[in-house]
């Protein structure tokens, strides 16, 4: 008796209806499951259903980073707009969840309307170092928000230029808004990016941006959160390169208290707390002796302030040294004498 041989697409659906496979039927390649099978990882065949003739074709990743579009340079910019957020980053019970910090209304209730001087944090250290400390300065505020302290910088305390610095690009357009609706401040002396510290350029006029003052205000723990030890590493360190020699760098930190208080906002957030060996208490010994600053002095905070917000001001400076020893000049090599 003749046999003979189908196509395993019509054999698999025969057998599906039949349910069983005839003796009389020798197919060319076994019964494959309908389920699909990742051929690594390059592509997915859909068994059971793929052409007589061949198989469904997928393009390698080799070949893909060979196409026109993947050779252009990296734009920065565009970067640091993808790694931007906005809004909550998820909802839970109902509520918005806030993984980033991003909130909304955070100054509303860090801030009172008797606050006529301009923010509490700024007016603290002009009172400890001088009203010239923010000055004719070039200022960052990282993570800032609505733009309430940036602004600020420039209007209360006479700052040359400020670059106000969020990742959630909502709150950067509540800050622009702010600075359009008070109409005297420049927008040359004030500047909003949604950008993230950790990834964007930082760079003006094809130049890296550097700074007198560098404000880290009530960050620290997003970034822990969010990258673990080696993200509030990589924060610290950009600070100090950031930072003008002589200029200096304000961190409010959180407590560990309000790790743990938080820690429980998602499951990711839950382990990088598990994994925390750098805590805030062991700052101050890492920014001098792993990073490279100097420790100025520390600020208490006001006793009228709420609980949540009871965080001390720590102080670091950028050495002047480093600045000193580019600019000597290289030493001529001695020359040997003859010997008689």
């Known amino acids: 008796m003749n046999r003979v041989q189908i196509?395993?697409?019509?054999?698999?659906?025969?057998?599906?209806?039949?349910?069983?496979?005839?003796?009389?039927?020798?197919?060319a390649q076994p019964l494959r499951p309908l389920e699909p099978r990742?051929?690594?990882?390059?592509?997915?065949?859909v068994l059971g259903f793929v052409p007589a003739h061949g198989s469904l074709v997928t393009k390698p990743l080799a070949a893909a980073e060979d196409t026109p579009s993947a050779k252009r340079p990296e734009d920065p910019a565009r970067n640091c707009e993808a790694a931007s957020v906005k809004g909550p980053s998820?909802?839970?019970?109902?509520?918005?969840?806030?993984?980033?910090?991003?909130?909304?209304?955070?100054?509303?209730?860090?801030?009172?309307?008797?606050?006529v001087q301009g923010d509490r944090r700024l007016v603290a250290l002009s009172e400890r170092f001088g009203n010239d400390f923010l000055k004719d300065k070039e200022v960052l505020d990282i993570g800032c928000n609505s733009g309430l302290v940036?602004?600020?910088?420039?209007?209360?305390?006479?700052?040359?230029?400020?670059?106000?610095?969020?990742?959630?690009?909502?709150?950067?357009?509540?800050?622009?808004?702010?600075?359009?609706?008070?109409?005297?401040?420049?927008?040359?002396?004030?500047e909003f990016r949604a950008e993230d510290i950790l990834t964007c350029p930082l760079r003006r006029h094809d130049q890296p941006e550097r700074f007198d003052v560098v404000l880290c205000l009530s960050v620290t723990k997003w970034i822990h959160f969010a990258?673990?030890?080696?993200?509030?590493?990589?924060?610290?360190?950009?600070?100090?390169?950031?930072?003008?020699?002589?200029?200096?760098?304000?961190?409010?930190?959180?407590?560990?208290?309000?790790?743990?208080?938080?820690?429980?906002?998602?499951?990711?957030?839950?382990?990088?707390v598990a994994n925390i060996q750098i805590r805030p208490e062991d700052f101050e010994d890492y920014l001098q002796n792993a990073i490279g600053f100097e420790k100025v002095d520390v600020i208490e905070p006001p006793g009228d302030?709420?609980?949540?917000?009871?965080?001390?001001?720590?102080?670091?400076?950028?050495?002047?040294?480093?600045?000193?020893?580019v600019q000597q000049p290289e030493a001529k090599p001695r020359k040997r004498k003859r010997a008689a």
């Open 90 to 115: 998820a909802w839970k019970k109902g509520k918005p969840l806030y993984a980033h910090g991003n909130y909304g209304s955070y100054y509303s209730y860090r801030h009172s309307p008797e606050d």
């Open 305 to 325: 302030l709420p609980p949540n917000f009871q965080r001390r001001l720590r102080i670091f400076r950028r050495p002047l040294e480093e600045e000193e020893e």
């Open 38 to 45: 990742v051929l690594n990882g390059r592509g997915m065949r």
């Open 227 to 272: 990258h673990g030890d080696t993200g509030l590493h990589n924060l610290f360190k950009r600070c100090f390169k950031r930072t003008r020699p002589g200029g200096y760098f304000v961190l409010e930190p959180q407590e560990w208290g309000s790790y743990k208080k938080k820690r429980h906002l998602t499951r990711e957030i839950r382990q990088s």
């Open 7 to 27: 196509p395993s697409a019509e054999l698999g659906t025969r057998a599906m209806a039949k349910g069983t496979r005839s003796k009389h039927l020798i197919p």
């Open 150 to 190: 940036s602004i600020s910088a420039a209007c209360h305390f006479s700052a040359r230029r400020v670059l106000g610095m969020d990742l959630d690009s909502g709150l950067i357009e509540a800050a622009e808004e702010h600075l359009r609706s008070l109409g005297g401040v420049s927008s040359r002396s004030v």
